[in-house]
């Protein structure tokens, strides 16, 4: 008799829960102890990501300033090679590392 009722609450419980059964303090603590890690890695992985963007704004913005300088600088050179004679030195110069490089790359 106490069996058929055990085995009845039992499974009216089981109905209640849907087969979840309920963690033990030894699981619960393993659990939040994992919890914790992961926490703690999403946090220091989350300052990462947000010292790159900062890093990649700054590159970013560098590489806009150097850019105009370049061409300021390229504008300058070619008004001295004009006033020089030697317009297009510069760019020849240049075609020529670039051909001497890829030479280099082959050998």
Do not use: H, P
């Amino acid at each position: 008799e106490m069996d058929a009722e055990l085995a009845s609450k039992s499974a009216e419980l089981g109905d209640q829960g849907k087969g979840k059964s309920v963690m033990s303090a030894e699981e619960f603590r393993r659990y939040v102890s994992e919890l914790r890690g992961k926490t703690a890695q999403y946090k220091r992985m989350k300052g990462e990501l947000s010292e790159l963007r900062s890093e990649w704004g700054v590159l970013a913005r560098t590489e806009s300033i150097l850019k105009e300088q370049e061409a300021s600088v390229s504008v300058k050179l070619n008004e001295a090679e004009a006033r020089r004679g030697v317009s297009g030195f510069n760019k020849t110069q240049e075609d020529l590392e670039k051909i001497s490089q890829q030479k280099a790359e082959v050998d």
